[in-house]
């Protein structure tokens, strides 16, 4: 068990260890995952104690690190790679949504591609172009991929775990701008957490709050501003994005009637809106409210000054929740 609290960040080191000394397949490459321990710090100290033949530094050279990756797993290795920045996964899409994603169908079930892209996701860091971008929409569209995506030290460790245990590919996507926000106490006990699970974070019974990554500390702050007000808010953390626990979902908005989704990503197209559509399909006659989304801007992320202005923030939740409200 960890003796201190711990960061998000912190519990990806952590479970990562955990899986290099319980299991002898798993390695983890990517740009500067070694000696210098990522750029973000997620591999550090990993390449002192598991060596350079479990700890690769790659080329600068992001197709290649997927390339590799894609042939280590479906020949019985479980590689975790990084992709360093959310921006930078673009030249991987090719192998992970040609190959790695279709591994299982392919070859009916002989070979499967049992791999992590560990990618940091997500704006509010002050970061540059390519580096400040949700892309999630681009894999929960492609069958064969899971697309994963921790808000918490404890998530973060639990469904890692999980997802290195996986047989099939894993999308996991860190949101950074939490990596050090808060801490947690995080067992080190190897107890994955279940994937293809929705977590109900609070109860409610006026309204669904539906997110995921770093916007479920803005929601958890907007559901304790309505209830000040009388309104109770149930908040959902979807964190398995793809496949969708969507019955989660609907049984709470059978319950409270309205729903707010919220998320990062531009609004067109974003996740969200495939989850607007079910609602709409499935729970038309328990909606006493249209669907809400708060979303970032059908623009690329502005840098610096507008950042967290383009970022859904707590009081625009606020707002959208109010306008559900209001229908009687």
Same mark, same amino acid.
């Given at each position: 068990?960890?003796?201190?609290?711990?960061?998000?960040?912190?519990?990806?080191?952590?479970?990562?260890?955990?899986?290099?000394?319980?299991?002898?397949?798993?390695?983890?490459?990517?740009?500067?995952?070694?000696?210098?321990?990522?750029?973000?710090?997620?591999?550090?100290?990993?390449?002192?104690?598991?060596?350079?033949?479990?700890?690769?530094?790659?080329?600068?050279?992001? %197709?290649?690190?997927? /390339? &590799?990756? +894609?042939? @280590?797993? =479906?020949?019985?290795? !479980?590689?975790?790679?990084?992709?360093?920045?959310?921006?930078?996964?673009?030249?991987?899409?090719?192998?992970?949504?040609?190959?790695?994603?279709?591994?299982?169908?392919?070859?009916?079930?002989?070979?499967?591609?049992?791999?992590?892209?560990?990618?940091?996701?997500?704006?509010?860091?002050?970061?540059?172009?390519?580096?400040?971008?949700?892309?999630?929409?681009?894999? %929960?569209?492609?069958? /064969? &991929?899971? +697309?994963? @995506?921790? =808000?918490?030290?404890? !998530?973060?460790?639990?469904?890692?775990?999980?997802?290195?245990?996986?047989?099939?590919?894993?999308?996991?996507?860190?949101?950074?701008?939490?990596?050090?926000?808060?801490?947690?106490?995080?067992?080190?006990?190897?107890?994955?957490?279940?994937?293809?699970?929705?977590?109900?974070?609070?109860?409610?019974?006026?309204?669904?709050?539906?997110?995921?990554?770093?916007?479920?500390?803005?929601?958890?702050?907007?559901?304790?501003?309505?209830?000040?007000?009388?309104?109770?808010?149930?908040?959902?953390?979807?964190?398995?994005?793809?496949?969708?626990?969507?019955?989660?979902?609907?049984?709470?908005?059978?319950?409270?009637?309205?729903?707010?989704?919220?998320?990062?990503?531009?609004?067109?197209?974003?996740?969200?809106?495939?989850?607007?559509?079910?609602?709409?399909?499935?729970?038309?006659?328990?909606?006493?409210?249209?669907?809400?989304?708060?979303?970032?801007?059908?623009?690329?992320?502005?840098?610096?000054?507008?950042?967290?202005?383009?970022?859904?923030?707590?009081?625009?939740?606020?707002?959208?929740?109010?306008?559900?409200?209001?229908?009687?």
């Amino acid at each position: 068990m960890s003796a201190q609290p711990i960061t998000l960040i912190e519990a990806i080191t952590q479970a990562l260890a955990h899986e290099l000394r319980q299991d002898a397949s798993v390695v983890v490459l990517g740009e500067d995952v070694g000696v210098n321990g990522g750029v973000f710090r997620a591999t550090a100290g990993l390449s002192a104690q598991f060596g350079p033949e479990r700890i690769l530094d790659t080329p600068l050279d992001e %197709t290649t690190i997927a /390339g &590799l990756t +894609v042939g @280590m797993a =479906s020949q019985g290795m !479980r590689p975790v790679a990084e992709a360093q920045f959310d921006g930078f996964v673009y030249p991987m899409v090719d192998f992970v949504i040609s190959h790695a994603a279709r591994m299982r169908y392919r070859t009916r079930g002989r070979l499967t591609c049992p791999m992590v892209l560990r990618v940091p996701w997500g704006g509010g860091i002050r970061a540059p172009e390519h580096h400040s971008e949700a892309n999630e929409a681009i894999f %929960t569209n492609v069958p /064969g &991929l899971r +697309v994963v @995506m921790p =808000s918490s030290p404890q !998530r973060a460790y639990g469904l890692l775990l999980a997802a290195i245990r996986d047989p099939d590919p894993v999308i996991y996507m860190e949101p950074k701008r939490i990596y050090r926000q808060y801490k947690e106490l995080v067992p080190d006990d190897g107890e994955a957490l279940p994937l293809d699970v929705c977590y109900v974070l609070r109860d409610g019974s006026d309204i669904t709050l539906v997110t995921w990554g770093a916007q479920v500390k803005e929601t958890l702050e907007a559901a304790e501003a309505l209830a000040k007000e009388g309104i109770s808010a149930e908040v959902i953390d979807v964190a398995t994005l793809t496949p969708l626990d969507f019955p989660t979902i609907a049984e709470s908005v059978a319950k409270t009637g309205r729903c707010v989704i919220v998320h990062e990503a531009p609004r067109t197209a974003g996740f969200g809106a495939e989850i607007a559509a079910r609602i709409a399909h499935e729970c038309l006659f328990d909606l006493l409210a249209p669907v809400e989304r708060v979303t970032g801007y059908d623009t690329h992320i502005p840098l610096f000054r507008l950042e967290m202005k383009y970022l859904p923030g707590t009081d625009k939740i606020v707002t959208a929740a109010k306008r559900a409200m209001a229908y009687t």
